[in-house]
């Protein structure tokens, strides 16, 4: 069975700081998506990676798939309050439309003013 | 902004009552889900479906059943709630492929006393 495992769980930090988040597994995934979730509404996709190696950024937000494709991270520079949600990983098995998709534990991120 | 809808987006109810979630897209997606999501954390797969008169069920055993009958609708039915069915109850969409982006409803946060 494919798992994801999201760390930190929680994670609290002061506006302006650094910070990031990691998602594991001992499987090979043939991509991966990171999507995060504000309070009340579900979660939206902020970026899909397919090759190993590969970092994207999304403003202040810089993701990394590994060269294993077996894990991913999250950096982000300088959060804002408005970076505060869920962040959950998710991952394929293949390439078809029945691929199995496994979402990660989460991470919840809180940003203090 | 996701063409996906859901309703209600709460629900208080008390044990033994039959209920539907409803879950509607305009996008014109095969694909959609349901997901069960406790406040915060991972999201359980449920069931899903491929398209029209195609329902699977997903990682996550529940004593729910739904039906797909129209490409657009895909309603989630509880014929007897219970306080263990307390929960948030995520619908999703997308186009067909591996890991494809997925477009979230708002969701239902059902409270069965």
């Known amino acids: 069975t494919q798992l994801l495992e999201q760390s930190p769980q929680f994670l609290s930090i002061q506006e302006g700081e650094n910070l990031t988040v990691y998602c594991n597994s001992s499987s090979v995934f043939s991509s991966l998506q990171w999507y995060r979730q504000e309070p009340g509404e579900g979660p939206v996709l902020l970026v899909t990676?397919?090759?190993?190696?590969e970092v994207k950024k999304l403003k202040r937000l810089t993701f990394q798939f590994g060269d294993a494709r077996k894990d991913s991270s999250l950096h982000i520079t300088a959060a804002q309050t408005g970076d505060t949600g869920l962040y959950l990983c998710a991952g394929a098995g293949g390439y078809s439309s029945a691929s199995k998709i496994i979402f990660g534990s989460g991470t919840r991120l809180s940003i203090r003013p | 902004e996701a063409d996906i809808y859901q309703t209600p987006r709460y629900l208080v109810i008390g044990t033994g009552k039959k209920i539907t979630l409803e879950c509607s897209q305009t996008m014109g997606h095969d694909k959609m889900y349901w997901y069960q999501q406790d406040p915060g954390m991972e999201l359980h797969l449920i069931h899903y479906s491929y398209g029209v008169n195609s329902t699977e069920k997903g990682d996550l055993s529940s004593e729910s059943t739904v039906s797909r009958i129209r490409t657009e609708h895909f309603p989630l039915t509880l014929e007897s709630a219970r306080p263990s069915h307390t929960s948030q109850y995520l619908c999703?969409?997308?186009?067909?492929?591996?890991?494809?982006?997925?477009?979230f409803g708002p969701g239902t946060r059902l409270t069965v006393l």
């Open positions: 999703a969409s997308s186009l067909a492929g591996g890991l494809v982006e997925q477009f």
């Open positions: 990676v397919v090759t190993g190696g």
